[in-house]
C-alpha cells in the first residue's frame, strides 16, 4: 500500500528528515560535520551491501555509462546537501537556516522548468508561499521582529548552496527516473559520494584531531541517521519523484520544520505553543493547494 501512495511517502520522507534536523543538530556538536556525513552514508553503505550489492554490480555497465548524472546526484543530493547543512548550522542561527530550506520548493518549480522545460506551474505558487508563511510563523516562534531582524553570514551562504544543491538533486532525479531500480540506484549513489566524502573526512579529522566521546546516545543518533534518514527516507523521496515528479513533490519539503518541532519538543523538552499550531496548519494548507493545483494542471493537459 505504501508503494502505492507517494502521499505516504512524501509524508514519511519528510518525518524522518524532521528527526533528522533535530538528530542531526545534537550530533555536530560531537562529530565533525564532514566526518558526521562520511560516517551516516558508511552506515548505510553497509546496509545497503547486502540486500542490494549484487544487483548493483550487474548494472555496474549501465552506471559507468551514466557516470555524469551518477556523480551528479551523489555529489548534490547525497554528500552535498547533507554535508553542507551540518558545516552551516555551525555559523548560522536556526531561523536563518530554515527559512533558506522552505526556499527549496519554488526553486525546485524554476528548475524544473529551465532544465526539463516543463510549463511553469504559476497556479502552485500561491499554495507554495502559504506553505513557506506556514515555515516562517514557526521558526520565528510567532514574532515578526525576528524575522524583521535576521542577519546572514557565511553559514547562511552555505546553507543557501545545500538547498540549491537539494532542488538540484530533485531535478535529476526525475531525468532518471524508471532507468534504475531505485535501491541499487541508491547503493550507487552512496558509494560514488563515500568516494568523495572520505578524503575529506580524513583531512578534517588530521587538522581538528577531535575527541569524540563514543556512547550509547551517540551511536543511536548515527544509527538513525544512517539508516532511517539516509535509506528509508531517500528512497521514499525518489520513489514519490518518480510517481508525481519534482514539482509536486517539491512543496512536502515544508512539512520538515513541522516535524522538526514536534520531535525538539518530544526529545528536548520544548513545549508546543499556539504558533506551532497555526504555523503547522497553514503548512498543511499550502501543500494541499500547490498539489491540487499540479494535479488539475496536469490533468487538463491530459
Known amino acids: 500500500m505504501i508503494r502505492q501512495s507517494p502521499y505516504i511517502l512524501l509524508v514519511l520522507a519528510t518525518c524522518i528528515w524532521g528527526g533528522n534536523f533535530v538528530a542531526g543538530k545534537a550530533l555536530v556538536e560531537h562529530i565533525p560535520p564532514i566526518t558526521l556525513a562520511a560516517l551516516r552514508w558508511g552506515i548505510a553503505f553497509l546496509l545497503l ?6 544487483q548493483t554490480w550487474r548494472l555496474r555497465t549501465e552506471f559507468l555509462r551514466n557516470w555524469k548524472m551518477l556523480l551528479f546526484l551523489s555529489a548534490t543530493g547525497v554528500a552535498g546537501f547533507n ?3 551540518y558545516v552551516a548550522v555551525q555559523y548560522t542561527g536556526s531561523i536563518n537556516a530554515s527559512l533558506m530550506n522552505s526556499a527549496t520548493p519554488i526553486l525546485v518549480v524554476i528548475l524544473t522548468w529551465l532544465v526539463m522545460r516543463e510549463k511553469l506551474a504559476w497556479t502552485a505558487l500561491p499554495g507554495i508561499l502559504i506553505s513557506m508563511a506556514g515555515v516562517s510563523w514557526i521558526i ?3 514574532s515578526l521582529s525576528a524575522l ?3 542577519s546572514f553570514n557565511k553559514g547562511d551562504l552555505l546553507m543557501l548552496t545545500a538547498v540549491l544543491c537539494w532542488a538540484l538533486y530533485s531535478v535529476g532525479m526525475k531525468k532518471v527516473a524508471g532507468r534504475f531500480p531505485s535501491s541499487p540506484l541508491l547503493l550507487a549513489q552512496v558509494v560514488v559520494a563515500l568516494l568523495l566524502l572520505i578524503p575529506l573526512s580524513i583531512t578534517e579529522l588530521a587538522v581538528k584531531s577531535p575527541q569524540i566521546a563514543w556512547n550509547s546516545a551517540l551511536i543511536s ?8 534518514a539516509s535509506i528509508i527516507a531517500f528512497l521514499s523521496w525518489n520513489r514519490a519523484i518518480e510517481i508525481l515528479g519534482p514539482q509536486r513533490c517539491a512543496g512536502f519539503l515544508n512539512f520538515i520544520p513541522m516535524f522538526s518541532a514536534i520531535f525538539a519538543t518530544a526529545f528536548t523538552g520544548e513545549s508546543l505553543k499556539m504558533y506551532h499550531f497555526l504555523g503547522a496548519i497553514l503548512i498543511v494548507a499550502g501543500v494541499y493547494i500547490t498539489n491540487y493545483a499540479m494535479k488539475k494542471r496536469q ?3 491530459a
Open 49 to 54: 551491501l547486502p540486500f542490494y550489492g549484487k
Open 140 to 142: 520565528s516562534r510567532g
Open 299 to 301: 490533468t487538463n493537459a
Open 148 to 150: 524583521l531582524h535576521l
Open 221 to 228: 543518533g548515527l544509527i538513525y541517521i544512517g539508516l532511517f
Open 83 to 85: 554535508t553542507l547543512t
